[in-house]
């Protein structure tokens, strides 16, 4: 998880205090979750997906694919791979709703 919350800030152009200070956490904290020493209580992946206008399933579903595709990649690489797995993950999830 702390790697998909991570890509998904640093995605959005956001730095760790900004990204903290958005969600009422401290920039520690943050730090915790992004480097998997804490895991994120279902409170705080609820201000994640509201600040990134999206559902807790879809954040976490991209998270589980991002623990599927672990490669040896650059960080731009993941970056951007992070980004397009996302966009399809949102898409197939707005396909879903719409049936």
Known sequence: MGEAL???R???GYKSAQIAELLGLSQ???????????????DVLDRYAKLFNMKKSTLMLFAE??????????????????GMKLLKIMEKVGDLENE
């Open 28 to 42: 520690s904290y943050i730090s915790e979750l992004e480097n998997n020493k804490k895991q994120p209580t279902l």
């Open 6 to 8: 991570k890509l998904l």
């Open 65 to 82: 694919s991002l623990d599927a595709d672990n490669g040896n990649m650059s960080k731009k690489q993941k970056i951007a791979y992070a």
């Open 10 to 12: 640093i995605f959005n």
